[in-house]
């Protein structure tokens, strides 16, 4: 087989806009974007979404934040990490740092469609395709996508399609049966209760930067590691502990959703919140929130059809929370009475199980140019948003294997 192409990318989020973006602009490649209809899909019993099929992906509606560190070394290429920062926000002063504890909250969060419909303009050689890839198969030579009846070829082949779509993807390549369902981790976000004001807090509030790109926000672990906590002030009905919570459950939604979530119900402490949040409007308070986020391992069940199901295991909600209390490293911590509540972490990972990746490991060494940029193949993601960090990893690789 000759193929038609260099480069295949399967997905238009993020990830593969970070593959575009460290490709060979020399190059020729065609971008399936998996526009066919599919649209949103959400956790159960909420809007909240969980996957987006279309030019952008989940990366239409994701807040930005970026982890200006990387406890769990997902990104080996730090460098790689910095140029893509650079390029998004050139113009900010916040810059990586890999052992501060901080995390870059943008005014402007990074938007895949826009981005790739530029990219598209300046390269003659980069295409769109608005078709969703039903199967995939090795030639020699390379790879044939087959997508709204037609097949496409490349020398190389760029996974992105999300953790949630990648792995079945991926069956139609092995030809190994179908998995009835599978699980997907997920981060989850918890409130682990209030801090007092104190000279300690005041401290925290003034190392908060803001610059023209975003702000540059502290953050914090317990010992091990594994679980990040934010700060808040807690004001007006916030003040109450428990009581701000599941008002918050409104800021997982898109921005238009949201505001229709708060419509007829406006909660000034939810504002004020949001004001911190968004400009760091408000440090001072007589109290301030505690917010953890954490991963927790084969969260859901994903069915054939890309249904989520779950949590698969409640217990395991709860004593996360409850550790997250123990472990926190606020002294004077009140505790939430209700370590059991969470908001999903929309931060879907490892849903590729250990004998797909060993086989993935193998089709990857082999002479096969194959690549899983994405998510589904990470197991471990540690507590820090991860979806800016995948996107590092896709561009050094796209970088070192196309110049
Ligand atoms: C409200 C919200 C806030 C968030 N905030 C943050 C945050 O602050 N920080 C953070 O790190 N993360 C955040 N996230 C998570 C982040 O949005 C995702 O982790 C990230 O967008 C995933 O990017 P991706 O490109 O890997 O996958 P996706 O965004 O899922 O994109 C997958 C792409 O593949 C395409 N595709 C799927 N199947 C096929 C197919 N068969 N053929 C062709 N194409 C296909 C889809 O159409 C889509 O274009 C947030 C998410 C939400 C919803």
Request: a neutral charge.
């Amino acid at each position: 087989m000759t193929p038609q192409l260099d480069d295949i990318v399967v997905g238009a989020g993020l990830t593969g806009l970070a593959v575009v973006a460290g490709l060979d602009p020399a190059r020729k490649i065609a971008v399936f974007t998996g526009q066919d209809g599919e649209g949103l899909l959400s956790y159960p019993g909420t809007q909240m979404p969980y996957a987006h099929f279309g030019p952008g992906g989940l990366g239409a509606y994701w807040h930005g934040v970026i982890p200006l560190c990387d406890s769990t070394g997902l990104v080996e290429n730090r460098d790689a990490f910095a140029r893509l920062f650079a390029h998004f926000y050139p113009s900010s002063r916040i810059r990586p740092e890999p052992r501060a504890d901080r995390l870059f909250v943008p005014w402007s969060p990074i938007r895949p469609a826009r981005e790739l419909a530029g990219l598209k303009e300046k390269r003659p050689n980069l295409t769109t395709v608005d078709a969703s890839v039903t199967s995939i198969r090795s030639e020699a030579g390379g790879f044939v996508v087959e997508a709204g009846g037609s097949q496409t070829s490349a020398r190389r082949l760029w996974l992105a399609a999300g953790a949630v779509a990648t792995p079945r993807l991926l069956e139609t390549l092995t030809g190994k049966p179908a998995a009835d369902s599978r699980t997907i981790s997920d981060h989850i976000i918890g409130y682990a209760g209030q801090i007092p004001a104190s000279a300690a807090v005041a401290d925290i509030m003034q190392s908060i930067r803001r610059d023209r790109s975003g702000l540059d926000i502290p953050a914090f672990y317990n010992q091990r590691g594994d679980i990040l906590y934010t700060i808040r002030p807690a004001m007006f009905d916030f003040a109450t502990l428990d009581k701000g919570f599941e008002k918050r459950a409104v800021f997982g939604l898109p921005l238009s959703r949201g505001l229709a979530g708060l419509r007829g119900r406006v909660s000034p402490g939810l504002i004020a919140e949001a004001l911190f949040n968004k400009a760091a409007i408000g440090r001072t308070a007589k109290l301030y929130s505690v917010y953890y986020q954490a991963a927790l391992p084969g969260l859901y069940a994903l069915d054939r059809q890309l249904a989520l199901t779950g949590p698969v295991d409640q217990d395991a909600i709860r004593a996360l929370g409850v550790r997250a209390q123990q472990e926190a490293p606020f002294a004077d911590l009140m505790p939430s009475h209700h370590p059991e509540r969470y908001l999903p972490g929309i931060h879907m990972h490892g849903s590729l199980d250990t004998a797909e990746l060993t086989d993935l490991m193998a089709l990857e060494n082999g002479a096969q140019a194959l690549h899983v940029v994405d998510s589904s193949a990470l197991s471990v993601i540690g507590p820090e948003h991860h979806s800016f960090r995948v996107m590092a990893r896709a561009f050094s690789m796209a970088r070192s294997l196309s110049h």
